[in-house]
C-alpha cells in the first residue's frame, strides 16, 4: 500500500503557513481600517475646531436659517443640503432610509427629490420638539469650494438651457451687462441663436449692488454659511465634496449604515488652478476680489485656501 504520510505531512505545513499568513493579511487589513477610521476622525475633529475658531471671529447671523434642514426620525438625522454639493445624492439617501429596510440603493431612487413628500422638513415641527431634534439628532453638511461651486451653478443653470433661470436671472443679466437691449423672451429662441449669459457677466450680476441681494436669494449661489448656520448649528458631521467618497463612507459608519447603504459615487470634482482659471479668463482681479470678498466666510469656515494667484490674476 502506497504511504501518503510524506505527502500529507507537507501539505499540512503548507496549509498552517497558508492560514497563517492569511490571518496575518486580515490583521493587517483590520490595522488599516482602523487607522484610517482614526485618521477621519482626527480630520473631522479638525474641521469642526477650525470652523468654531472661525466662528468666533466672524460677525455672522444671530438666528439660526432652518429652510435647509432635512430630517429622518427614524435614524435620528439631520441633514443640511447644500446645492452644487451632491445634494441630489444625499436627498435620495434620505428616501431610502424613509422607506426602510431593507435599503434600497440611492442610484435607484426615481422619484423628483427635490418636491417629493417622502423628505421632512425640519422647519415644520413646533419650536420645542425642532430645538430638541437639534440637540439630540447627529447633524451633517457636506461643503465645497466656493469658488468651484459657483462655476458648477453657473453650469447647470445658465450655461444650459434652463426656462426658469432663464426668464429669473438671464435675461437680466444679459440685458444689464451683455449689451442686450433686448434679450429673446424664451430660452428655447436664445438659445437658438446662440445667446446665454456668459461667465463674467454672470460674477458682474453677483456684484452688482443692484441686483445683489435679489441675487443671493437664489439657493444655488447663495453663500454655504447663509443656508446651513454652522456658526449656530452644532454640526456632527463636516463632509467635502472634494473628499466625496471617503467622507461619505465616514459618516455611513457614524451612522452604522455602512453595512447597509453604500453612497453613490460622486463625478470628479476638478479643482486644479487650470481649470478655475480658465473660467475666471474674462474676469478682472478688481471683480475676483470682490467675489472672493462675497464668499469670504465660506472659505475661511471650512477651510479653503484662498486663491490668492487667481484674485491676483496671476492664473
Not at 480658465?278 to 470682490?290: A, H, L, T
Request: proline residues 6%.
Amino acid at each position: 500500500m502506497t504511504s501518503y504520510r510524506g505527502v500529507l505531512q507537507p501539505l499540512s505545513y503548507g496549509f498552517f503557513i497558508c492560514s497563517l499568513l492569511l490571518m496575518l493579511g486580515v490583521t493587517v487589513l483590520d490595522m488599516s481600517k482602523n487607522q484610517r477610521e482614526k485618521t477621519m476622525d482626527y480630520v473631522q475633529e479638525d474641521r469642526k475646531k477650525l470652523l468654531k475658531q472661525m466662528c468666533h471671529e466672524e460677525d455672522l447671523m444671530k438666528k439660526p436659517k432652518l429652510h435647509h434642514l432635512l430630517v429622518d426620525d427614524a435614524h435620528g438625522i439631520i441633514y443640511c443640503y447644500v446645492p452644487k454639493v451632491a445634494c441630489t445624492n444625499w436627498k435620495r439617501f434620505l428616501v431610502v432610509l424613509k422607506r426602510g429596510e431593507p435599503y434600497g440603493n440611492p442610484r435607484n431612487v426615481t422619484v423628483h427629490v427635490h418636491v417629493t413628500s417622502l423628505i421632512t422638513y425640519l422647519k415644520k415641527y413646533p419650536k420645542n420638539e425642532l430645538e430638541a431634534r437639534l440637540k439630540h439628532y447627529t447633524k451633517f453638511l457636506f461643503v465645497r469650494d466656493p469658488f468651484i461651486r459657483l462655476i458648477s451653478a453657473y453650469r447647470h443653470k445658465l450655461e444650459r438651457p434652463n426656462g426658469y433661470f432663464y426668464k429669473v436671472y438671464g435675461r437680466d443679466i444679459m440685458r444689464r451687462h451683455a449689451n442686450y437691449s433686448n434679450p429673446p423672451s424664451t430660452v428655447e429662441e436664445a438659445f437658438k441663436l446662440g445667446m446665454h449669459p456668459s461667465f463674467k457677466d454672470f460674477i458682474k450680476y453677483l456684484l452688482d449692488p443692484e441686483t445683489q441681494s435679489k441675487a443671493l436669494n437664489n439657493e444655488h449661489w447663495r453663500q454655504i454659511h447663509k443656508l446651513c448656520s454652522p456658526c449656530l448649528i452644532d454640526y456632527d458631521f463636516i463632509g467635502h465634496q472634494e473628499n466625496m467618497s471617503e467622507d461619505a463612507e465616514h459618516l455611513m459608519r457614524i451612522l452604522r449604515l455602512q453595512n447597509d447603504i453604500t453612497f453613490p459615487p460622486s463625478y470628479d470634482n476638478v479643482t486644479n488652478n487650470q481649470f478655475v482659471g480658465n473660467w475666471f479668463k474674462g474676469v478682472p482681479p478688481e471683480n475676483r476680489r470682490k467675489l472672493y470678498q462675497l464668499y469670504e466666510k465660506d472659505f475661511k469656515l471650512f477651510g479653503y485656501r484662498k486663491p490668492d494667484d487667481l484674485i491676483a490674476g496671476l492664473i
